[in-house]
Structure formats: structure tokens, C-alpha cells
């Protein structure tokens, strides 16, 4: 009996949200302990990143009625993480993020099972985000922001009148903090704004000149980069710089102080040299719990439709007294990740290594060295080797035949392109149309090139 009040006093708040109607909840929610039963068994949620705010985000959503949880992260615990990541210890430093993340909150919530996952996003296959029924991001990247982002609106497909199916769109909830500064979003590909539609949001990363750091040095910032991407490699050769090497950092740190002195800029410390040349955010504990909150919630909406989601973009700001709006920002039509997909026309004799050929051109891909999927089917993987090798014969084979003799059909392209002058890897969403495909159906095109 006491174990019987205990269950349900846990979930006391969390039915004042399941139990009744609302004015705000979606056109699908059915009210009842039947809807937070399920929500427990079924819904599975994929949390990207274990640091600042990934850990809050398992605490949260464990907390919030998800039993079923994964999370990713391909960090180790670091001293400096303790400060604000409060699922790790002392004796924790060195271990994996995910590992150690998972195992804290399941030893302090009952009934949960977390599943953590030790690699990099990159190293998972395609499906494995598809498993998925939301993906949550904690992450610091815009790089990995980037790629989520285009790993689930590689799952949208569209209708014949280009109206996105809903059975095939993948929510994201995205959250981000920077010291006091912090933003929350919902993303439904095909509906609101992918990560792509609003890259401008996020400003250029800041580089220096190598110039001005060896001529004319005016922060703190020029004289380490200065001893960090110069005098390093004059003085060190062939010696890869670690920044994680607490001995290869102090020597920077001095460096920096010598050629501070030097042209008479103070602010040269050693927490700020470490800042600098790891391009550390500053993260305050407040700000990722607020902003995991938001996010937690967010999810919560998307999994059991007790309410409306926002439209689409919260930001807040604590620096000076509080400050926090949601905007609704639109969606490209023409995004070339959430969007219909690039239309592509080609030739049905053409052969695969000729349509990657193509793939360099096209003014609006510009892929390289690309890997190409068709219904979960790999036509070409540059990698791994093993991969590579017993997919290299289908490059003199035609498109067309490889694509089941499909008219028409989608795509999926991973390959590079160039952002902000960097090589980048991306996924691309192709629709491919085949000319004058109905007078060549029956043909035998296998010798066609």
C-alpha cells in the first residue's frame, strides 16, 4: 500500500498534465493513466551529449516520465567539468561521459533504463537514429548540430504535392547555453525551421589572421594563439600539440605571457589561455539548468501532445535581471536538408561513378567523395575499406538499374562540401527523375555508360 501511494505521489505533477484537457493541448491528446503508461513503455528518446546541459537533460526527462533513454557522447571526464556536470565525481576523471552520466541517474531514479553510447555521432550507422522517437541535443558544436540535423531530416519524405508525411518526420529538440545566455527550440522537419534554415542565427567562429598574431598583436587572445599555431611548431617540430597535455599547455601559457609583456596587453592567465586554445564556452550550471527545463518540457509536449509545442525558438538572457521570448522563425521551402530534396534529372543510361562525378558540379552540392544509400541499400560507401571494396562494382553499373528501375525516387547522399572555407562532411537528400524513362524500362541498359 505504501509502495502504491509512494508510484503515485512520483507522478503527482506529471498527471495534473495527462489527466485532463486543456485549452492548448493537440488535436490527438486522449486524457488518462492509460497516456503516461505509454509514454513510460514506448517513447524512446536519444539525448546527444553528456556534459552541462546533456546531463541535466537525462535528469530532467528521467524525471519527467521517459524510462527509456540513450545517450551519446564521445567525451571523458575532465576536473574542469565538475564544476557544473553534477552527475561526475573526482574519481570519475578519465572515465566516458555517457557511461558515468547513464549510471549516476539510473542508481538515483527507479524503473529507468538509460543505454549510453561511447563514440562519436559520426560512427553510429544512419538507422540508428531512426530508432528514435526524439531526439534531445545538449551539445556545445555546431558541426555536430549540424549533422544531427541532417541525419534527421534525411528520414522526411513528401507526398506527390510536396506536404511532408508525417509517419516520417523525426523531432529535435535543441538546446544551447553560453554563460548567462541560453536558447531552447523545437524542430520538425518539414513543419517548422531545421538547424540549416537558421545557420545565420549562429555568428562565424573567430579566427585570426596569422598577420596580425605575428606582427601585430592587440588582445590576450593574439599573444596565445600567437605561442599556440606559431612558436609551438617553430620550436617543436614535428611534436603534435595535445591541448589535454597540462605540460604542453603551460608551455603555451608562458609563451603567451612572454610575448604579452612584450607588447605591453595584459590578460594573459592560464584559465584563459586553456579557454582560448580549446575554444571553452562559459558555461554557468544556472543557465543549463534553466534551459534543460525548457527542453525537457518541449520533449514532453512532443511525446504525449498535452500541449502545444512553442513556435519554435526561445532564448534567454540572465545577465542582467531575466529576459526570455520565443520567435517563430519560417522555413526555407528551398533548404537543402529539410526541403523536398535537390531535384536531380538525369539520363538513365548514366553510370553511378559518372552521377558522383555529376555530384561535383552541381552548383548547389558540390559534394565530394560521396557515399550513397537508396532505401536503406548501400549503392557506395568510400568507407570503411571493407565496405568500399564490395561496393566498388556497382560504380560502371547505371544508376537506374541500381535503383530497382525506379521513374523517380529519393536518395541519400553523405559526402564533403566546403563551409566558411572548411571541408565539412554533410548528408544531402536528392530526388532522382530518370528522362524518358518509360520508352527504356525493358531495356537492358547493364552495358551502358
Known amino acids: ?144 548540430r549540424s549533422y544531427i540535423n541532417n541525419v534527421a531530416c534525411s528520414f522526411l519524405e513528401y507526398d506527390s504535392d510536396d506536404n511532408p508525411r508525417e509517419e516520417t518526420i523525426k523531432p529535435m529538440v535543441d538546446g544551447g547555453t553560453e554563460g548567462f545566455k541560453g536558447h531552447a527550440r523545437v524542430i520538425l522537419p518539414g513543419i517548422t525551421p531545421c538547424f540549416e534554415c537558421t545557420i545565420w542565427l549562429f555568428p562565424p567562429q573567430v579566427k585570426f589572421p596569422l598577420c596580425t598574431l605575428a606582427e601585430t598583436p592587440r588582445t590576450a587572445a593574439h599573444c596565445i594563439e600567437y605561442a599556440h599555431l606559431i612558436k609551438w611548431n617553430e620550436v617543436h617540430g614535428g611534436i603534435v600539440f595535445d591541448p589535454d597535455n597540462p605540460e604542453h599547455m603551460k608551455w603555451v601559457y608562458d609563451e603567451a605571457v612572454k610575448r604579452a609583456e612584450l607588447f605591453g596587453i595584459p590578460g594573459v592567465t592560464y584559465s584563459f589561455t586553456q579557454g582560448v586554445v580549446k575554444n571553452i564556452i562559459p558555461a554557468i550550471a544556472s543557465t543549463n539548468a534553466i534551459i534543460s527545463a525548457a527542453c525537457a518540457l518541449e520533449t514532453l509536449k512532443i511525446a504525449t501532445e498535452c500541449s502545444k509545442t512553442m513556435s519554435n525558438y526561445l532564448t534567454y538572457n540572465g545577465s542582467e535581471g531575466l529576459h526570455t521570448k520565443v520567435s517563430e522563425f519560417e522555413r526555407d521551402k528551398d533548404c537543402l536538408v529539410c526541403g523536398p530534396g535537390v531535384l ?31 532505401r536503406g541499400k548501400n549503392l557506395y560507401m568510400q568507407a570503411p575499406p571493407v565496405l568500399e571494396e564490395m561496393t566498388r562494382s556497382n560504380l560502371v553499373l547505371p544508376l537506374f538499374d541500381l535503383m530497382g528501375k525506379l521513374s523517380k525516387d529519393i536518395i541519400h547522399v553523405n559526402g564533403m562540401t566546403s563551409k566558411n572555407d572548411e571541408k565539412v562532411s554533410c548528408l544531402r537528400k536528392l530526388r532522382v527523375v530518370f528522362k524518358g524513362v518509360d520508352e527504356v524500362t525493358d531495356m537492358d541498359t547493364a552495358g551502358g555508360a
Open 344 to 374: 536531380v534529372e538525369l539520363d538513365p543510361l548514366i553510370t553511378l561513378q559518372k552521377f558522383m562525378d555529376l555530384l561535383e558540379e552541381h552548383p548547389k552540392l558540390r559534394l565530394s567523395k560521396a557515399s550513397i544509400t537508396h
Open 1 to 144: 500500500m505504501g509502495m502504491a501511494e509512494s508510484e503515485g505521489s512520483r507522478w503527482r505533477d506529471l498527471d495534473k498534465l495527462l489527466l485532463r484537457r486543456g485549452n492548448l493541448v493537440g488535436s490527438r491528446f486522449e486524457p488518462g493513466p492509460d497516456l503516461r503508461d505509454d509514454l513510460q513503455t514506448y517513447a524512446t528518446v536519444l539525448v546527444v551529449g553528456a556534459g552541462g546541459l546533456g546531463c541535466e537533460l537525462l535528469k530532467d526527462l528521467a524525471l519527467s516520465g521517459f524510462r527509456n533513454l540513450h545517450v551519446i557522447d564521445m567525451d571523458r571526464i575532465e576536473v574542469t567539468n565538475l564544476n557544473r556536470q553534477f552527475l561526475f565525481r573526482v574519481e570519475d576523471v578519465g572515465k566516458p561521459k555517457a557511461e558515468v552520466a547513464a549510471k549516476r541517474v539510473m542508481e538515483r531514479i527507479s524503473g529507468l533504463n538509460i543505454v549510453p553510447h561511447f563514440c562519436r555521432i559520426e560512427d553510429k550507422e544512419i538507422d540508428f537514429y531512426n530508432d528514435f522517437n526524439i531526439i534531445a541535443l545538449g551539445l556545445d558544436s555546431l558541426e555536430a
